[in-house]
């Protein structure tokens, strides 16, 4: 086990902590914690985009520069007076440290970077990619001479964190994971706790409830599944037959028959509706953070979520703005979030949308007017009646959506210019049913629902709140019985979140800035206290209650077309769902548990707080059982000596005549053009002819053609095109060879398993200036001679 290496990458982390502490009193001035939550994603921000913008020009240098900028603004922030707690910094580094060595476990026991069972071999290459590269963009190792087609802000802020450390690649994989990991739970503990302080909550409390819910929990299907286990069969068979759902797996074998994938793939839509796709190619995925961290992958939409979270703060920022500071409230919109919008969009495209959607909400929601963001005549053009003005407030909420998205294309022009790709949006037919939705998102919408109805009772009275309950439970079904379960869930949720929101502080609906007794401004607390009306409204989590139930709507109506059906749409944006409801499920929680009850009563505290705890145990069934088998017995494809984290040694095992050549390669300078197999995919099956372009994929050396996405980005005949060249280069026309190989600048040809076995007679070792380069007893690397090819 390399002790040294998580030693290290733990101090680099904690020092990012500090660094983006001192920023975040800054910035954060009023959250509970000072910002520190949000510390380490606001310091990697700012080192992400220094290395993004000067990579472009040198990697090495735009890595460097990034840590003396990081390093210079804390230090400037100091001087000004910034300081970090040291309660609140052990606090901040305790959950950072005990999530980010929870994770290393995880994937010491089997820390195979893999092509089956998700996307290692694309993380991973693209990092390799990003570290032989000399700037942005990186080259594609799925498609030698072309910039990568895919997001990778992640990648190079996972490849700049290896330079820093000095890291191998094969280790820096896992250890990078593990960062991202503790990133998103510390964030989430962080904001939770500030938004449920400012409700008069327990810091502590909402946050650690936030933090369980975005880094432990699971949807409803293992607790429901065991639930059915524990009936009597009649019973259990009854209800599967109303629910329309199959008794098999843990459901009638108990746990013994747990296994962690079917979790994350609970929606079933129907193959015959997607006309343009393959029917075996239309799945869903739905998987929840716990499922994506556990799997392992170093993907985009996994990456991003820490980033999300702190876009979540700066709106939160906002919204304790006080109405008179105009000059912070434009700087938080124009200054902070467009470039927390351009790193989302190079980290993971899906998320950049919810940025100005969670600014338009925090705008029109906020308690200050949005009306004194504008010049004066633009605002007092907006005044007139209650309805006038709370329309005006969405009005000049998409207003700003539009320029922070704007702002941010411009800091992530470069991306869209060269790497991004280009999908078509389409309308989809198939709609997800209420069991469905309510097993994917019920772990996160119960305690929502019930928080809703609480302070509902609280702001009107409890008759009141029990006919809108019904109401709500009545248009939930309507909806469903229509195929519009999604819509049934966000009228009520949204409308009732929105009256919440808004409805204490409408009034007559007059803007009235409120004054000390002296006549001068109020204060802080006084001036917010009054913009937000009585305790019974909702605070910040309103506001990410309602963007997230908009995201869970969309995606039943439009999807990303793909070859995949809207497997991607669903999977990219129920992550984010996840993290935004997991913060405002942790406020909700964590008031249930203060025994804050609308009426008197003690069975309602009792109840309340029951539901907590049979929540918070279902939701933990999962990890208990996947944790359990995850240590209980490793993986055939991890090393099974000593824990590692070592992300190739199992191709030692798994491949032993391929090993060596791939190491091989890894030690070649620069990033010279390879030739393998082509097409490929997830199956590594030499006897097959698979090769899962591992010699690309685990070294980041580009060869001509590689895995069958580049299709997806690039297109299916520009694609086939080049796996018609490389079948042609191993086996070919000897003129053709030659002609392709310096088309292609290829300086090495790899022949081992797959490639035998795909191509009957590899001729390309006989041409003039092809020369065995090294020879192993399953793999033989040719080199080019460029020029003597060139001339033949």
């Known amino acids: 086990m390399e002790f040294g290496l998580v030693a290290l990458w733990l101090l680099l982390y904690l020092a990012v902590l500090y660094l983006g502490g001192t920023l ?29 913008v000067a990579g472009h020009v040198s990697l090495g240098l735009g890595t460097w520069l990034g840590v003396v900028v990081l390093v210079g603004l804390a230090w400037v922030a100091k001087g000004r007076g910034a300081s970090v707690g040291r309660r609140l910094y052990a606090e901040t580094a305790a959950v950072f440290s005990a999530a980010f060595l929870l994770l290393v476990a995880v994937r010491a026991v089997d820390p195979a970077i893999v092509p089956l069972g998700g996307e290692k071999f694309l993380d991973f290459g693209l990092v390799k990619s990003i570290l032989r590269a000399d700037s942005l963009p990186p080259e594609d190792m799925w498609f030698a001479g072309e910039p990568v087609a895919y997001y990778y802000g992640g990648h190079l802020l996972a490849a700049t964190l290896t330079r820093i450390t000095g890291t191998a690649g094969r280790f820096a994989y896992n250890l990078a994971l593990a960062g991202f990991y503790a990133t998103l739970v510390t964030a989430v503990y962080g904001l939770a706790g500030s938004v449920g302080a400012e409700r008069g909550l327990s810091r502590r409390r909402a946050g650690a409830f936030g933090a369980f819910l975005v880094g432990v929990a699971s949807n409803l299907l293992t607790p429901g599944r065991v639930t059915l286990w524990l009936l009597p069969d009649p019973m259990a068979a009854w209800i599967a037959g109303r629910l329309g759902v199959e008794l098999s797996g843990v459901a009638t074998e108990g746990p013994a028959a747990f296994h962690y994938w079917d979790a994350s793939r609970v929606i079933q839509d129907d193959p015959a509706d997607f006309a343009t796709f393959e029917p075996a190619i239309a799945p869903v995925i739905d998987e929840f953070p716990f499922f994506a961290w556990l799997n392992g992958d170093l993907h985009a939409h996994m990456m991003s979520t820490g980033f999300l979270v702190l876009v979540a703060a700066v709106c939160f920022a906002y919204y304790l703005t006080p109405a008179g500071e105009v000059r912070r409230r434009r700087a938080l919109l124009v200054g902070v979030l467009p470039p927390l919008a351009g790193l989302l969009a190079v980290t993971n495209t899906w998320s950049f949308p919810s940025v100005g959607g969670l600014a338009m909400l925090t705008v029109a929601l906020a308690p200050a007017d949005p009306r004194t963001l504008l010049p004066a005549p633009a605002s007092s053009a907006l005044s007139g009646g209650p309805v006038r003005r709370e ?32 999908r078509e949006i389409a309308v989809l037919p198939d709609r997800t049913s209420l069991g469905e939705l309510l097993l994917v998102h019920g772990t996160l919408l119960l305690p929502i629902g019930g928080y809703l109805y609480l302070r509902a009772a609280d702001a009107l009275t409890p008759d009141r709140a029990r006919v809108g309950a019904l109401l709500a439970v009545a248009a939930v079904g309507l909806a469903a019985s229509v195929d519009l379960a999604a819509v049934g869930l966000f009228v009520p949720v949204v409308l009732t979140a929105w009256v919440l929101l808004r409805g204490p502080v409408l009034g007559d609906g007059a803007a009235v800035e409120p004054v000390s007794s002296d006549g001068g401004e109020a204060s802080d607390a006084s001036r917010a206290s009054s913009e937000r009306g009585s305790d019974g ?32 749409t669903v999977f990219k944006t129920y992550m984010q769902v996840w993290v935004l409801w997991a913060i405002a499920a942790g406020v909700a929680l964590a008031a249930v548990a203060s025994r804050w009850s609308p009426a008197p009563g003690r069975w309602r505290p009792l109840a309340a707080r029951g539901f907590a705890v049979l929540l918070l145990v279902s939701a933990s069934l999962y990890a208990g059982l996947a944790l359990s088998a995850h240590f209980g017995s490793q993986s055939d494809i991890a090393r099974t000596d000593d824990p590692t984290l070592d992300g190739r040694a199992w191709i030692d095992v798994r491949h032993p005549d391929e090993a060596p050549a791939i190491r091989w390669l890894d030690e070649r300078e620069g990033r010279p053009t390879i030739v393998t197999a082509a097409p490929a995919g997830y199956r590594w099956n030499p006897s097959e002819g698979k090769g899962a372009s591992a010699p690309a994929s685990l070294t980041g050396l580009p060869t001509v053609a590689g895995w069958h996405h580049e299709g997806q980005y690039r297109g299916d005949d520009v694609y086939q095109e080049r796996v018609t060249d490389v079948e042609t280069i191993y086996g070919g026309d000897p003129a053709e060879q030659a002609r392709l190989l310096s088309e292609y600048d290829v300086e090495y040809v790899y022949v081992g398993p797959a490639e035998r076995a795909r191509y009957d007679d590899v001729t390309v070792g006989e041409l003039d200036g092809v020369t065995v380069a090294e020879e192993w007893s399953g793999v033989t690397i040719y080199r080019v001679d460029g020029e003597a090819v060139s001339s033949s």
């Open 24 to 52: 975040a009193a800054v910035v954060f001035p009023r959250f509970a914690d000072r910002g520190l939550g949000v510390a380490i994603p606001l310091g990697l921000a700012v080192l992400w985009l220094v290395t993004y």
């Open 391 to 422: 329309l005006s407030r969405f009005g000049v909420g998409l207003a700003v959506a539009g320029v922070v998205l704007a702002l941010g294309l411009v800091w992530s022009l470069p991306f869209w210019l060269g790497a991004a790709s280009g």
């Open 537 to 568: 409204g909702l605070g910040f989590e309103g506001v990410l209650v309602i963007g997230g139930m908009g995201l869970v709507t969309i995606v039943e109506f439009v999807f990303v077309a793909e070859n995949v059906g809207r497997m991607n």
